[in-house]
C-alpha cells in the first residue's frame, strides 16, 4: 500500500527531518565551497569593528576631557590674588592648587605620635 500524503504520521516524521537537513546540508556546502570568501569576509569585519571601537573610545575621552575643562572654566573662584609672590609662604601652596593641612597639636607630643597623628590626618 502506498503513502497516501502528509496526513501519515510516518510521512510527517520523514518531511520534518528532511526540511531540516536539506537547508543545513546547502549551507555547509555553500560555506565549505565559499571558505576563502568566508575567512576574508570575518577579517574585514574585525577589522572593522576593532577601528571603530578605538575611534569611539578616542572620541569618549576627548568629550570627558572637555567636560573637565568646562566644569573647571565654571567652578574657579572669581577673586584670586594678583600673584602668589605676595602672599605668605603658608597660603602659597593652597593658593597654587594643593591641599593645605593646617593643625593644631598641643605642646609636648612627642616627634612620632606628631607624625602619626599627620599621617591618620592626610590619609583622609
Known amino acids: 500500500m502506498s503513502c497516501p500524503g502528509l496526513h501519515c504520521p510516518g510521512c510527517v516524521d520523514v518531511s520534518a527531518g528532511l526540511a531540516v537537513a536539506v537547508p543545513v546540508a546547502i549551507g555547509a556546502w555553500l560555506i565549505c565551497a565559499n571558505l576563502v570568501f568566508v575567512i576574508v569576509v570575518l577579517l574585514a569585519s574585525t577589522i572593522v569593528s576593532s577601528a571603530v571601537v578605538g575611534w569611539l573610545i578616542r572620541a569618549q575621552d576627548r568629550r ?7 566644569w573647571r572654566d565654571q567652578h574657579q573662584p572669581a577673586v584670586f590674588p594678583a600673584s602668589r609672590a605676595g602672599l605668605p609662604r ?35
Request: net charge negative; proline share 5%.
Open 64 to 70: 570627558e576631557l572637555l567636560a573637565v575643562a568646562e
Open 90 to 124: 603658608s597660603e602659597r601652596h593652597a593658593v597654587g592648587g594643593g591641599v593645605h593641612y593646617h593643625l593644631h597639636l598641643p605642646e609636648g607630643i612627642p616627634a612620632e605620635q606628631q607624625a602619626a597623628i599627620l599621617r591618620q590626618a592626610i590619609s583622609r
